[in-house]
């Protein structure tokens, strides 16, 4: 796949503008462009997911902007109850973790009563995005899937994930589309002291080592993205541009009970 560039900022083009900031952490917005001001993540925040929870690290682990895209596409996105999202993550190591959101579950959204599903796009850097079938003991099947500029990777309904950032030496970035009315579990991910695999730095070697405070039924599985053509994604072209030629493309977002049959069976 030939990467879309940014002229300004040599990442990969989303669609829109916006740049992402690493000192301080945040974004900047375009002619056009809507977004709001960032909030940012504190390593204090998260603690309680961390290998250890009382390492050091960047004092900002990531900012995110929710809400963002052009003002003209506003409307089309509210109707059909459609966010899209940035997030940038600081370089650097939590402990011997490369830097990471805490891992979540979404919640079960008013709009469709479900959890929904989440479509992310790599911008810059490298990433692993990270999923398991569950928060409970057994956290059954566990996927790191990883990304790089371009790559599309989705989440689907239910499954707690992470964002991990694959180069410690590296900033990474990536959008995505989620749905409006989102929400976040973190209950299960802090009663396990975290996400079922850690993803360490240890005197330069990286791996995914297990958290030991789940009952563990299968081994990790890395693997590259694959092509999402059972969802009409097009390989190549960014995910909000694809909205724009076809505001209806991503409504299994918003609408997970739409693609049921696609989730039963789902491998990322």
């Not at 900047?28 to 960032?38: C, H, N, S, W």
């Not at 079960?108 to 990270?130: F, H, L, N, Q, R």
């Not at 330069?204 to 969802?231: C, L, M, W």
Request: proline content about 6%; aromatic content about 14%.
């Amino acid at each position: 796949m030939e990467m879309m560039q940014d002229v300004k900022t040599g990442i990969f083009y989303p669609g829109f503008e916006i740049y992402p900031l690493y000192d301080p952490m945040g974004f900047i917005y375009g002619d056009g462009v809507k977004g709001p001001r960032p909030e940012n993540r504190s390593l204090d925040s998260i603690r309680a997911s961390l290998l250890d929870p009382d390492c050091s690290g960047p004092e900002t682990v990531y900012s995110i902007a929710m809400d963002v895209g052009k003002l003209c596409d506003m409307l089309e996105m509210k109707e059909r109850n459609l966010l899209y999202g940035a997030v940038t993550y600081s370089k650097g190591l939590l402990g011997n973790e490369t830097v990471r959101s805490q891992g979540h579950i979404h919640a079960v959204s008013s709009s469709c009563d479900m959890s929904t599903c989440e479509v992310y796009e790599i911008w810059k850097g490298s990433a692993y995005i990270y999923m398991q079938e569950s928060g409970n003991d057994d956290p059954g099947r566990c996927f790191a899937v990883y990304g790089e500029p371009g790559d599309v990777i989705i989440v689907p309904p239910g499954w707690v994930h992470a964002a991990i950032t694959a180069d410690p030496e590296e900033n990474m970035t990536f959008g995505a589309w989620c749905v409006r009315d989102y929400g976040f579990e973190y209950s299960d991910v802090r009663r396990h002291k975290g996400i079922a695999w850690f993803y360490i730095c240890d005197n330069g070697q990286k791996k995914f080592v297990r958290n030991e405070h789940y009952r563990h039924s299968a081994d990790i599985v890395v693997k590259k993205p694959r092509k999402y053509t059972e969802f009409g994604i097009e390989d190549g072209i960014p995910v909000y541009t694809q909205f724009e030629k076809d505001p209806d493309r991503f409504l299994f977002v918003s609408k997970p009970q739409t693609a049921s049959e696609l989730w039963k069976h789902f491998e990322p």
